[in-house]
Every structure is written in structure tokens, then in C-alpha cells.
């Protein structure tokens, strides 16, 4: 435990930071988590939204330095990536399913 005032108080500052930076970190593992579910399910659209949003999230934290910039930036590629691929797939078998129906 800090026994100078200075360190008392800089421990103070150190708890309520880290506390806020838990907050910001859950809100950024929960938005990653809700692109990668939306592709699971294969909703499309509704992974483009939650990718932004989760770009949005992960650009303020790093600009904040609660995570390194590069964790972001290369969280970002892959869900950019993990999103392109199902998007391909998913209009691949639209596709499929077009030419294949009776006429």
C-alpha cells in the first residue's frame, strides 16, 4: 500500500482508470461479438451495421490508448475480411439457388 500522499492519491486515480478502461474494452469485446454472430447467422446487413459500429468502438479505445493500435486496427481487418468471405459465399448461393429454380 502507498504510503505518500501522492502515491495514495495517484492509486485513487489508477482504480477509477482501470475501471473505466474494463468498461470500454467490454463494450468493444461485445461489439466484435455481435458482427460474428451476425455472420454466423448469415445476416449480412446486419453485420455491415455491426461493423461499423464495432469500428467506431475500437478506433475510440485505441484513440484512447486502452489497446494498442495495431490489436485494433488488425481487429478490424479480420472481421472486415471474416465479413467479405461470408458475403461472397452468401451471394454465391443466391445465386445458385436463381439458376437452379424451375422456370
Not at 455481435?34 to 446486419?46: G, H, Q, T, W, Y
Amino acid at each position: 500500500m502507498a504510503n505518500h500522499k501522492s502515491a495514495i492519491k495517484r492509486d485513487r486515480q489508477n482504480k477509477a482508470k482501470r475501471s473505466i478502461n474494463i468498461a470500454y474494452k467490454t463494450k468493444a469485446k461485445n461489439a466484435v461479438k455481435k458482427v460474428r454472430l451476425a455472420i454466423a447467422d448469415n445476416k449480412i446487413e446486419d453485420a455491415h451495421l455491426f461493423l461499423n459500429e464495432a469500428t467506431s468502438i475500437l478506433h475510440k479505445i485505441k484513440s484512447k490508448g486502452i489497446i494498442h493500435r495495431n490489436t485494433a486496427n488488425r481487429k478490424i481487418s479480420r472481421l472486415a475480411v471474416h465479413l467479405n468471405k461470408a458475403a461472397t459465399t452468401a451471394s454465391r448461393e443466391n445465386k445458385d439457388e436463381i439458376s437452379s429454380s424451375p422456370k
